[in-house]
């Protein structure tokens, strides 16, 4: 199962995601239904978005979102624990039975910020374990950082205290956005 | 029925001859292969353009059974063109559901009761536990893109308006992220 000129990757996934003008799409369809070779590349496409539709229902991925983000899984019918939390500020928080993720608001001044880092310091007992990540996406507008942890992680965990310290970096260096911390108690 | 091997070194178009050249019979060997190649991608141009997996199984039964009917009863003028054939019938009953005028329930009284009813293949799926592993791989920025534009299957400019990014900056990302998820996939190192 071969193809003498194959669709190429940025093609089928624009393709995929209704970014291209209809002109541009019909070309891209009548390929696609005869060629078995591309077809089943477009068929490990679908696979993929099916299977992060799933992994993030199931919780089994932390990231950074987005407001719209965070909507689009609410339409999805999943029960969402959110804790807004101020620059400085502490909150009590869990992950029910009944929940299906968690997702820290964490407010923050990010006009003209280029890129935010968070560090992570988390305590389990005496043990204290420390993380960087690097370049959180984030919407300047928006004036917070949203982190959606991995719920089925969460779950594994005992009682423990998260703080998390963000940074905008740029150029001349890094400078605090504020620390947040999570004191998490299981659900 | 196992399939005959012999099948793959069977081009599409000659499997349509085969049907529309059967008369009164029915070449159920020559008819279940070109409908478990052609549901496959139905269903993926329904997924595309209905964005919902009943809908595009729907739509795969309706356009391949009336396919079928019409090659059987030498209605498909060109079949060495039946991949076209096909395409255009997509067409017109995604218009048609869209529109809302397609019924269900018609597809079921039409060829509910049928005998010949022939199998898709189960869609492909990946292995959840590694793809969640490749996923935690990506560095955050890239994570969040993939999340973002797959979950919901959203286009670059309406990543790219939740993320305080240029289109052209989420396609950049989506594409790095991509070649790295297939790799890890695969089990190449990156």
Excluded at chain 1, 68 to 79: H, T
Excluded at chain 1, 120 to 140: A, I, T
Excluded at chain 2, 27 to 43: I, M, N, P, T
Aim: aromatic share 4%.
């Amino acid at each position: 199962m071969t193809c003498g000129k194959p669709i190429e990757l940025e093609a089928l996934v624009a393709w995929w995601l209704g970014e291209l003008a209809p002109d541009a799409e019909a070309p891209i369809e009548e390929h696609l239904f005869a060629c078995a070779h591309c077809t089943a590349r477009l068929e490990e496409l679908a696979a993929l978005a099916s299977g992060v539709r799933a992994t993030v229902r199931e919780g089994r991925v932390a990231a950074g979102i987005s407001v719209p983000f965070l909507e689009a899984l609410k339409r999805q019918g999943l029960r969402i624990r959110e804790y807004r939390v101020p620059a400085g500020g502490r909150v009590e928080c869990t992950l029910r039975a009944e929940d299906d993720a968690v997702v820290s608001r964490m407010q923050a001044s990010l006009a003209g910020v280029k890129r935010v880092d968070a560090l992570q310091r988390v305590e389990v007992g005496g043990e204290v374990s420390e993380q960087r990540v690097e370049d959180l996406p984030f919407d300047p507008a928006a004036g917070e950082v949203l982190f959606l942890p991995s719920a089925a992680g969460l779950r594994k965990m005992p009682a423990h205290t998260m703080r998390v310290r963000l940074l905008a970096v740029d150029e001349a260096g890094e400078r605090p956005l504020g620390e947040y911390t999570f004191a998490h108690t299981p659900g | 029925m196992e399939r005959d091997s012999r099948l793959d070194a069977v081009d599409d178009a000659a499997l349509a001859r085969r049907v529309a050249a059967a008369g009164g019979r029915v070449d159920s060997e020559a008819e279940a292969e070109l409908y478990r190649r052609l549901a496959k991608r139905v269903r993926l141009y329904g997924l595309r353009h209905l964005r919902d997996e009943q809908a595009a199984a729907d739509l795969a039964q309706q356009v391949l059974l009336t396919t079928l009917e019409r090659l059987r009863a030498g209605a498909v003028r060109e079949p060495e063109k039946i991949a076209s054939f096909v395409l255009g019938m997509c067409r017109m009953t995604v218009l048609e559901m869209r529109r809302g005028s397609w019924r269900r329930e018609a597809l079921l009284a039409a060829w509910g009761d049928r005998e010949e009813a022939y199998e898709a293949r189960e869609p492909l799926s990946l292995d959840r536990d590694r793809l969640a592993g490749c996923l935690e791989s990506l560095a955050a920025r890239e994570r969040s893109v993939v999340l973002l534009t797959f979950f919901a299957d959203k286009a670059a400019d309406e990543v790219a308006a939740a993320l305080g990014l240029s289109a052209g900056n989420v396609r950049v990302i989506r594409h790095r992220a991509l070649g790295k998820l297939r790799a890890c996939l695969s089990g190449e190192k990156s």
